[in-house]
């Protein structure tokens, strides 16, 4: 069992002006990978308060995968990225990269993404984007990977160079 933490991160989610339906549709998602939501919460767009939720459910909490949905676009309060930066120790360009390409194939637009994807001990974090068919079209991407990407990271897997 994959142990997964949800970040939905709005302003007006937060204040409960806005029904979160980003974070609902990645836990519908998550059970194709065996995955299961130990967290979910929404926060601010305010990089300290992202920062603590991230390391809460990973130093904690002990989470396999945190996955953040919103803030990754251009506007002046979306600060998810740099949030995210300032507490993994390893990037993973190639889950935001397959992203960016797959979904830039239905989206143009998609290529303005600034997702990050990372590693803090034994947890992979991915940002997804906010809207509903963006965390879908996202997650179809990458969730077929992540397994093997934990395994890896936790130390659970054998010699794959064999």
Known sequence: MIKVGIITISDKGSKGERVDESGPAIMEMISSINGEVSDYTIVPDDVDKIQAEIIRMVDEKHLDLVLTTGGTGLSPRD???????????????????????????????AILSRAVAGTRKGSIIVNLPGSVRAVRENLEIILPVLPHGLEILQGRMGDHMK
């Open 79 to 109: 600060v998810t990225p740099e949030a995210t930066r300032g507490v993994i120790e390893k990037e993973i360009p190639g889950l935001t990269e397959a992203m960016r390409m797959k979904t830039m194939e239905k989206t143009p637009a």
